[in-house]
């Protein structure tokens, strides 16, 4: 579990992922331990991260730069190793929207214990790459990921 004196501040529901990916681990993730390399989990981030993110219309996966969001931040607490014949399953959330910056939380867990294997937390920026400059959270996002996660994150004036 991340450190709530770390996340301070955060609207953080821990139990409430209601979007995951299936992953399967792959020979070319492990490291000479036998288990995944951590470099490896900002892959699976990612993976977990795209899959939500479509899966709300936000990105149709052609055009990367028309895709708004940049990674500004990333922690993670690697709790347990993962081994080569694990099922692993990667929950993601978005927890927080600010104007122009959002934060997903994750769990990593064994698909068949659910012993959670890692937790992580990524801050993203919306970012006009054309302009090269970062620009408010859309609209739209607001609304769909309002939906999803079942908390109100449209912003009042």
């Keep these: 579990m991340l450190d709530m004196n770390f996340c301070a501040g955060y609207n953080f ?21 036998w288990h995944v390399n951590n470099a490896r989990f ?3 981030l990612e993976s977990a991260r795209m899959g939500y993110l479509r899966s709300l219309d936000l990105f149709d996966g052609e055009n990367f730069f028309d895709f708004n969001l940049i990674v500004a931040d990333i922690h993670i607490s690697y709790l347990a190793p993962i081994k080569l014949t694990q099922k692993i399953r990667i929950w993601i959330r978005a927890s927080r929207l600010g104007n122009k910056s959002l934060t997903f939380i994750y769990e990593i867990r064994d698909d068949e214990t659910q012993k959670v294997c890692a937790t992580a937390e990524t801050i993203m920026v919306t970012y006009d790459y054309h302009q090269q400059k970062s620009i408010p959270i859309p609209e739209k996002w607001r609304q769909a990921i309002s ?11």
């Design 13 to 33: 529901r821990m139990t409430e992922f209601n979007f995951s990916i299936p992953l399967d681990v792959r020979y070319g993730d492990l490291d000479p331990q």
């Design 42 to 44: 900002l892959t699976y």
């Design 147 to 157: 939906e999803r996660e079942g908390v109100d994150f449209i912003q009042k004036n």
